[in-house]
Antibody, heavy 118, light 109 residues
C-alpha cells in the first residue's frame, strides 16, 4: 500500500542544522502536495509546513518560518525538511504526510525523531 | 495566533456515545475550515478518520460520524469499543496554513 518513510533524525545541539527526508512509494508522488507535522514528547500534533505537488508553493507555521525549508525532488520521490537554527523546543517526532483533497492529509509516515539538546 | 481548542480529556463507558468538539479562536467553525479528524494510539502515527467535516475514509468505523455542532466541528463515537481508547485530533484549514487542535484523550472505562 501507499508508504512514507522518514529518516534523518538525530541528536543535535541548539543552533545546529539537520535535514530530514521522506521517501514515498506506491503512489504517484509528483501529483500530490506534501506536509511535515511534528509532535513534541507527550504533546499534541503541530502542523509545520506544506509544499505543492510541483514545489512551486510553500507555506510554513509561524514557529518555523525563516528557519525551516520544505522542498522536494520528484525524480527521487523524496520530500525534505531542512532545519536550521534548531532550538530545544524543536525536539519532536517529525512526520511527513500526504496532502489529500479538501485541505487535509491522509497518509502518514511513522516519523523520525529529532532531539535538540545541549 | 490562531488557537484550535478540544476537550483535553473525556471518559465514556463501553457501548456508550461520546462527542468530541473542535473550536476556533477566530469564531464559529464552518465547512470553509474543512475540519478533519485523526486518531492516534500510543506509539503509532496518526490515522485519518474524516475530512471535509463529514467525509469518511473507507476504514473509518461506521459508528463514527463527523458534523458541525453549535459553531464547532464535532466527532461522535457511538457504541464505543475498548479499542476506541486513543487521542483524537482535529485539523482546521485557515487559507494556506493548517492548525491542529490540542487533542482529546478518550478513555473507555
Amino acid at each position: 500500500q501507499v508508504q512514507l518513510v522518514e529518516s534523518g533524525g538525530g541528536v543535535v545541539q541548539p543552533g545546529e542544522s539537520l535535514r530530514l527526508s521522506c521517501v514515498a512509494s506506491r503512489f504517484i508522488f509528483d501529483t500530490y502536495g506534501m506536509h511535515w507535522v511534528r509532535q513534541a514528547p507527550g504533546k499534541g500534533l503541530e502542523w509545520v509546513a506544506v509544499i505543492s505537488y510541483d514545489g512551486s508553493k510553500r507555506d510554513y507555521a509561524d514557529s518555523v518560518k525563516g528557519r525551516f525549508t520544505i522542498s522536494r525532488d520528484n525524480s527521487k520521490n523524496t520530500l525534505y525538511l531542512e532545519m536550521s537554527g534548531l532550538r530545544v523546543d524543536d525536539t519532536a517526532i517529525y512526520y511527513c504526510a500526504r496532502d489529500w483533497t479538501d485541505y487535509t492529509v491522509d497518509v502518514w509516515g511513522r516519523g523520525t525523531t529529532v532531539n535538540v539538546s545541549s | 495566533q490562531t488557537v484550535v481548542t478540544q476537550e483535553p480529556s473525556l471518559t465514556v463507558s463501553p457501548g456508550g456515545t461520546v462527542t468530541l468538539t473542535c473550536a476556533s479562536s477566530t469564531g464559529a467553525v464552518t465547512s470553509d475550515y474543512y475540519p478533519s479528524w485523526f486518531q492516534q494510539k500510543p506509539g503509532q502515527a496518526p490515522r485519518a478518520l474524516f475530512y471535509s467535516t463529514t467525509k469518511k475514509y473507507f476504514r473509518t468505523p461506521a459508528r463514527f460520524s463527523g458534523s458541525l455542532l453549535g459553531g464547532k466541528a464535532a466527532l461522535t463515537l457511538s457504541s464505543v469499543q475498548p479499542e476506541d481508547e486513543a487521542d483524537y485530533y482535529c485539523l482546521l484549514y485557515f487559507g494556506g496554513i493548517w492548525v491542529f487542535g490540542g487533542g482529546t484523550k478518550l478513555t473507555v472505562l
